[in-house]
């Protein structure tokens, strides 16, 4: 008999969660498992991707809950919850009050809040075999308190460290979980520092990554064509803080002034306010034509291919699929050094990597932009490499 299993999601938006769970997913063997997919908003590019043996629905109530973010609070938990219910906002009130109180702790008051207010939130009807919170804390807040099931993993994609986060808050959700799967080894030895009782629950699972799948749609995608004849430098990620774009564009900025013919593309989408910000620093320091945003797309695979150089200048991250896709297709890389920097480009042997700030992006892309031997002996050094880890999902397997 097949195993009933619940993934548990936010969208199908173009970003990171979302890719290493299509990959995930259709690596898993439909003749073994009944799967389905919840989200929280049946929303996203990536919706169409979803084998069609997966059971898609939306969740019955309060959904946009969990697209709540520091600028968009108040309208979101007054349309989601006390518009509908007045009352309601006799739970919101005491967390208000300790926010403007004690602005120190705003990310564990509003952590707090999120999951009080999740509490309202209808748990799911149906039994399951295994739940998977795939998505993050949320995810794995909901799946603990929502979602009836026999065994409960969940994914940790990133640096639990950094920022930091309130131990007293994650612990008991953590312990609640039969498993915890971490994207990386570096994640994982994170986690286990920060909560060393929780070591004998984690397990390091990759994501996973079709080298078959990745060359396929790398031949049929839409690529450049704005006829640049110079270097091209591309990067896959949303447009927020953690990415690094506000000290990236400045560094990008002293190579074009120092004579470099080089041009930046970022393809992603992010909150308006924050893109809004991010274009105002294009404009200021004159790059308005060389700091190109593509937006969002389902398949980013031809850009990465026809790019000369992969960038990554995150601040923080878990281990970044869209660096693992760029060694795939033998891009020579650029990262800043985030948690599983050097687990990903091995110390250095498979790309370039440098410190995060203004500095370490000027001085780690002007190595690669000015030596081309650098840049072939790196395009080399990824060809000698097998990167398709199909294999990773016998771990998962083993859990079960």
């Not at 603990?144 to 007293?168: E, G």
């Not at 004998?200 to 049929?220: D, F, G, P, Q």
């Amino acid at each position: 008999m097949k195993k009933k299993i619940l993934f548990i999601g936010i969208t199908m938006n173009c970003a990171g969660s979302e890719k290493s769970f299509l990959s995930f997913v259709n690596t898993l063997d439909p003749e073994r498992f009944d799967v389905d997919l919840v989200l929280a908003k049946r929303e996203g590019l990536f919706l169409s991707q979803i084998p069609e043996w997966v059971n898609v629905f939306e969740m019955e109530k309060y959904g946009e809950h969990f697209l709540l973010s520091g600028k968009n609070a108040v309208s979101n938990i007054w349309n989601t919850f006390i518009k509908k219910n007045p009352l309601n906002a006799l739970t919101v009130l005491p967390y208000f009050i300790k926010l403007v109180l004690n602005p120190k702790n705003r990310e564990s008051c509003a952590t707090k809040m999120w999951i009080r207010l999740m509490k309202k939130m209808p748990k799911l009807d149906k039994k399951y075999d295994i739940a998977v919170s795939y998505w993050g804390d949320r995810t794995m807040f909901y799946m603990i308190d929502k979602v009836s099931a026999d065994k409960k993993i969940t994914w940790l994609h990133f640096d639990y460290s950094f920022p930091k986060r309130d131990n007293d808050i994650y612990l008991p959700y953590f312990e609640k979980c039969d498993a915890i799967v971490n994207v990386s080894t570096a994640v994982d030895d994170a986690l286990k520092r920060e909560l060393p009782s929780l070591e004998k629950k984690c397990v390091v699972i990759e994501n996973i990554n079709s080298t078959e799948l990745i060359y396929k749609m790398a031949k049929s995608g839409k690529g450049f064509d704005d006829g640049f004849d110079g270097v091209r430098i591309l990067t896959v990620g949303r447009i927020a803080d953690q990415k690094g774009y506000d000290f990236a564009i400045p560094a990008f900025a002293r190579l074009r002034r120092e004579g470099h013919n080089v041009r930046w593309y970022v393809l992603g989408g992010g909150d308006k306010d924050y893109v809004d910000y991010i274009k105002s620093i294009v404009q200021k320091e004159g790059v308005e034509n060389d700091f190109v945003f593509l937006g969002t797309t389902s398949n980013p695979y031809t850009y990465l291919a026809e790019c000369d150089i992969y960038a990554q200048p995150s601040r923080y991250e878990g281990k970044p699929i869209s660096v693992e896709e760029a060694k795939i297709l033998r891009k020579p890389i650029f990262v800043c050094r985030y948690l599983s920097a050097e687990e990903q480009l091995e110390n250095g042997e498979l790309g370039k990597i440098s410190d995060i700030g203004e500095n370490g992006v000027f001085e780690g892309l002007s190595a690669l932009v000015s030596d081309k031997k650098l840049c072939e002996s790196y395009s080399e050094k990824l060809g000698e490499r097998n990167f398709s880890n199909e294999s990773e999902i016998e771990k998962f397997y083993a859990l079960l």
